[in-house]
């Protein structure tokens, strides 16, 4: 194998590859970056077992194919401390990198201890413009549990629930909910949830156009050069259409910066690591209140909002309710309350077209 390629274009993919490569996999040769270099391009995967990424890259020059599994650390590291033009070759069981007067030499594997990697597509089909999918993945991933002692291991990614005409995904940790609702494209009804780990290496993708393919097993998302997929979480994820109020006493239109900046305000006095608030409104003024502690209080009235509806307290998570609203597009945001221990929903404001909702579970009241 002999090859000359651009030192930032080889980087580039190798450390996106990276992402999907376990230095302490349990196999040596799975630590490992598998390269061939044939048709005119070169081709690349990495994969930990659950997830696996295939890449191709056309701008080489290629004088000689063959294949190899190298060190992904190592290669990466040399790469990266290269001049910009590479050459690389093979030489027995290593490969030898060239770049200006330097001249590195790195051991690696045998191709027949790399596992083969199955890419073939599953057969439901849903394509994605790219900036949705973002959009998706930012907005919503905040509401994932991240608890290391999670019960329920499916609350660990989000929720795709597919079917001819709609798409809505939903993240959840029990305590809020977040979804986002757009047309859909799937070749038939799907409902599946994705590790929240792997979200991060699919943001990563090149190309605008990315094709999803997924069954029970596995989602795997298709550029024009490149090939992502994961395993699926198990189990059944909740219907949290069930949590949704149908019906609301109270509603808060309000400045969204203004609450923002008003819930930082209150943050230096965290109850057991949690920023407890409450919102206290009426048809005369919205205030935003903290409980006495040891540290001191707040008060703080809120002035650039409406509120109509039932006189109401709350006791709610600030930095829950913080998130919820930062995911908001417009500079209004628009609460929705059930009561004062039902979820409340909180939209954009109606200035914008959004198919962002978030849900919020009050924290339980306690007489103070």
């Known amino acids: 194998m002999k090859f000359k390629i651009d030192k930032k274009r080889l980087l580039d993919e190798l450390r996106i590859i990276s992402m999907c490569i376990d230095s302490l996999a349990p196999v040596p040769a799975m630590s490992g970056v598998k390269i061939t270099a044939k048709s005119g391009c070169l081709e690349m995967i990495g994969s930990n077992g659950f997830q696996s990424m ?7 020059n290629i004088t000689e194919e063959g294949e190899i599994v190298v060190d992904a650390k190592a290669f990466i590291s040399i790469v990266s401390k290269a001049q910009q033009d590479i050459s690389v070759s093979t030489k027995g069981m290593s490969i030898v990198i060239t770049s200006g007067k330097a001249r590195q030499r790195l051991n690696g594997y045998y191709t027949g201890e790399y596992p083969d990697i199955d890419f073939s597509l599953p057969e439901i089909n849903m394509d994605i413009d790219m900036d949705i999918l973002d959009d998706i993945i930012n907005r919503i991933s905040y509401a994932i549990s991240n608890r290391s002692n999670e ?30 609702v757009i047309d859909g494209r799937a070749s038939s009804e799907i409902n599946i949830t994705v590790p929240y780990n792997a979200l991060k290496n699919v943001i990563k993708l090149r190309g605008k156009k990315i094709e999803i393919y997924a069954n029970d097993n596995k989602i795997l998302f298709e550029s024009e050069n490149e090939i992502f997929q994961t395993s699926l979480l198990s189990g059944f994820y909740p219907d949290v259409k069930r949590i949704i109020p149908k019906e609301f006493v109270g509603k808060l239109e309000i400045n969204k910066k203004e609450l923002i900046d008003a819930i930082e305000r209150t943050e230096f006095n965290l109850h057991e690591n949690t920023n407890v608030i409450y919102l206290c409104m009426d048809d005369q003024k919205v205030m935003i209140k903290t409980d006495e502690t040891e540290l001191g209080s707040t008060e703080e009235e809120l002035e650039k909002c409406e509120y109509e509806g039932e006189s109401m307290e709350i006791k709610l998570n600030g930095k829950f309710l913080k998130e919820a609203l930062n995911s908001c597009l417009s500079e209004k945001a628009i609460i929705e309350f059930a009561g004062s221990q039902k979820p409340l929903r909180i939209n954009s404001g109606f200035d914008v077209e959004d198919n962002y909702t978030a849900i919020m579970v009050p924290l339980r009241e306690v007489k103070r």
Do not use: F, H
């Open 151 to 180: 019960q329920r291991p499916i609350l660990k990614g989000l929720n795709i629930d597919c079917n001819r005409t709609s798409m809505q995904a939903n993240s959840s940790d029990s305590y809020r909910m977040a979804m986002y």
């Open 54 to 60: 295939w890449s191709r890259i056309k701008e080489v």
